[in-house]
């Protein structure tokens, strides 16, 4: 999501087989949002018509239960993003985000930029360098052009607690 301010914020992911609720209730409640969608891997989009689906909830109670818990689903993930921005260090959100990023990629080291994540963090890439730079110093981290490498995963999980 992006802001007046130019600043943008990533709210919620999507994985295989995933639903774009922001998308959805556009057609359906006739709304209009400001969102970026960006594929990072290969990815194929399949975009049907709004009429034709919003015909399919107001007469099929089972497509009506699949999208409430989508969007009850992505609702939560919103919110925690939300909070965590709120009420957390920006240290605990980007240890977090590592920690996250070597699950996701099963790798300790792994292509991102430090403009990919201050979105993902609703930060400033200038600011996330500083940060990164901090955890290279103190040995948590190896950066290099376009990629990050955890050289201390437990240290960096205490960073989280």
Same mark, same amino acid.
């Given at each position: 999501?992006?802001?007046?301010?130019?600043?943008?914020?990533?709210?919620?992911?999507?994985?295989?087989?995933?639903?774009?609720?922001?998308?959805?209730?556009?057609?359906?409640?006739?709304?209009?949002?400001? #969102?970026?969608?960006?594929?990072?891997?290969?990815?194929?989009?399949? #975009?049907?018509?709004?009429?034709?689906?919003?015909?399919?909830?107001?007469?099929?109670?089972?497509?009506?239960?699949?999208?409430?818990?989508?969007?009850?689903?992505?609702?939560?993930?919103?919110?925690?993003?939300?909070?965590?921005?709120?009420?957390?260090?920006?240290?605990?959100?980007?240890?977090?985000?590592?920690?996250?990023?070597?699950?996701?990629?099963?790798?300790?080291?792994?292509?991102?930029?430090?403009?990919? /994540?201050?979105?993902?963090?609703?930060?400033?890439?200038?600011? /996330?360098?500083?940060?990164?730079?901090?955890?290279?110093?103190?040995?948590?981290?190896?950066?290099?052009?376009?990629?990050?490498? /955890?050289?201390?995963?437990?240290?960096?999980?205490?960073?989280?607690?």
């Amino acid at each position: 999501m992006s802001s007046l301010s130019g600043k943008e914020i990533t709210l919620s992911k999507l994985f295989e087989n995933d639903l774009c609720i922001l998308s959805s209730s556009c057609f359906y409640q006739n709304l209009s949002y400001d #969102i970026n969608l960006q594929s990072i891997d290969n990815s194929s989009i399949i #975009i049907i018509d709004g009429k034709l689906f919003k015909d399919l909830l107001d007469k099929n109670i089972y497509a009506q239960k699949f999208m409430l818990e989508i969007t009850q689903s992505k609702l939560s993930e919103v919110m925690e993003v939300l909070e965590k921005v709120i009420f957390f260090s920006l240290e605990y959100r980007l240890s977090e985000h590592l920690i996250n990023q070597y699950y996701l990629k099963n790798s300790l080291k792994f292509k991102v930029t430090h403009e990919a /994540i201050a979105n993902d963090l609703g930060s400033s890439r200038e600011v /996330i360098s500083r940060v990164l730079k901090r955890f290279e110093r103190n040995n948590l981290i190896h950066i290099s052009r376009g990629y990050i490498e /955890i050289i201390n995963l437990e240290k960096l999980k205490l960073l989280c607690q």
